[in-house]
């Protein structure tokens, strides 16, 4: 272990690493005492420091990757797709920085459970982490679980100059943010997407997707025909898991899911019409047992060339184009969602990455998390069809030119899927009760504002 030696009252002290903190600590009493502290740690990490508020040393200097030279940091992952891809990398970032990254990769389940326990202890031992900002983003920020990145983002000596942070949309950082702290940066979404067949639609006689929720209706109706096995429309039904695909509804019809109190809003007028469109769009149009499919089934009718339109996340891309699984490969299209009465908002869901609050390595994480959500890293997994949060970095040669400009196109409005409250699974039944009853055409008025209700009383005890 690397180790420095500061003088007090002329003894000489050897400080390393692990100890850096307590002894910062232990003599901030004395004004020169402190000032040689932070004199010897300029030294070590290669820069100049001053102190901010906190008494936390500020990196200044200009920005190098070599900076942390020597220290070693733990990222703990869930296995995914994403985390298949960037792991056989992370070498890329250790001989550009000489920052060992120690990569721990578990099941989700065993995932969660490991964060949940090492994150409650306070423990010092987690850097880096995966994150579903969307799931565990508000329980996690409230309970102080996040660093705030903002202050390693606009301080240039720990920032390098081409990483451009303005290159993630508004609404996709606003959606990483809670109580004004930016708890994590993305590092794979997918946003909401419309997958359609363009030879149905030609057969229709339609030239284009539908650009607006009423152009939407037209072409579903005029694209079912039950006899033939072909459905003109479909999105997820099945309770909970149809709320993501809600969302974007909503926001079209100019209604959301919480007022600025934190209260149930989508039990509003709009709301209630939103929801209302939802569910009559997949009775009128859906096929067969229409309240038990999620994602699972309808990908697997959209396969077997059984719907003509069908929103689900643009995760389900690479399958719809696979020849080998599904039957209409080649007629494959992509668009994003339509419009409504009030506006084409988008929608996004995907993981993120942040840096413990507890981590005794802070800086060297930043530069990690820098590198992981980086253009040069981002453009490595988009080669693969892994979409990152970037805007601008292209994806790779292979990769459907129309899907790029769907997802793009969305991209670059898109708002969260889920609301920004800790109890997200009890919400989610609760508002995905108000979705079946839509599609059973129900009393929606009455089941909106039940679910409005629940929602009220989940949130209250948060």
Not at 285 to 300: F, I, Q
Not at 317 to 335: C, E, I, L, M, P
Request: charged share 20%.
């Amino acid at each position: 272990m690397r180790r420095f030696t500061v003088r007090i009252d002329s003894k000489p002290i050897a400080i390393d690493r692990t100890e850096k903190r307590m002894h910062r600590r232990k003599f901030t009493r004395g004004g020169l005492v402190a000032t040689a502290v932070i004199l010897t740690v300029a030294i070590f990490t290669g820069c100049a420091a001053t102190g901010d508020a906190s008494g936390e040393e500020v990196a200044t200097g200009s920005f190098d990757w070599k900076r942390f030279d020597g220290e070693e940091i733990r990222f703990v992952a869930g296995l995914q797709p994403w985390q298949a891809a960037v792991e056989p990398l992370i070498p890329q970032f250790e001989q550009k920085t000489g920052i060992k990254v120690n990569m721990e990769s578990l099941p989700e389940d065993q995932f969660r459970q490991r964060l949940q326990v090492e994150l409650t202890a306070g423990s010092d031992d987690i850097d880096v982490f995966m994150s579903s900002v969307q799931q565990d983003g508000a329980r996690f920020a409230q309970s102080g679980w996040y660093e705030d990145l903002k202050p390693y983002i606009e301080n240039k000596s720990l920032t390098a100059p081409d990483y451009d942070f303005g290159d993630f949309s508004e609404s996709v950082v606003n959606g990483h943010t809670f109580d004004g702290v930016l708890s994590a940066l993305p590092i794979q979404l997918e946003v909401q997407m419309l997958y359609y067949r363009k030879d149905l639609l030609a057969k229709a006689g339609f030239d284009a997707p539908p650009a607006t929720l009423d152009e939407l209706r037209e072409m579903a109706a005029a694209m079912t025909d039950p006899a033939d096995g072909v459905y003109g429309w479909a999105a997820r039904g099945k309770s909970a898991a149809a709320v993501t695909q809600l969302t974007s509804f909503l926001l079209n019809y100019g209604a959301t899911y919480m007022n600025e109190d934190g209260t149930a809003a989508f039990d509003s007028k709009k709301g209630i019409a939103a929801i209302e469109e939802y569910g009559s769009l997949i009775r009128d149009y859906g096929p067969s047992g229409n309240t038990n499919n999620s994602w699972e089934e309808l990908l697997a009718l959209f396969q077997a060339g059984s719907l003509a339109l069908w929103a689900d996340n643009s995760g389900q891309a690479v399958a719809v184009r696979d020849a080998a699984s599904s039957k209409y490969a080649d007629q494959v299209g992509f668009a994003p969602m339509p419009a409504g009465p009030a506006g084409d908002a988008q929608t996004f869901f995907g993981w993120a990455a942040g840096i413990s609050s507890s981590s005794a390595h802070k800086d060297a994480s930043w530069l990690f998390l820098q590198w992981l959500t980086s253009p040069d890293v981002v453009g490595q997994l988009q080669d693969q069809g892994i979409a990152g949060g970037r805007q601008s970095v292209p994806f790779g040669k292979d990769v459907n030119p129309e899907f790029v400009t769907a997802f793009q196109s969305a991209l670059s409005k898109a708002q969260p899927q889920l609301p920004q409250v800790k109890s997200v699974p009890e919400v989610r039944d609760a508002i995905g009760a108000a979705i079946v009853t839509s599609i059973q055409g129900g009393d929606v008025a009455a089941a909106t504002k039940k679910a409005a209700e629940a929602f009220d009383q989940i949130v209250s005890t948060e």
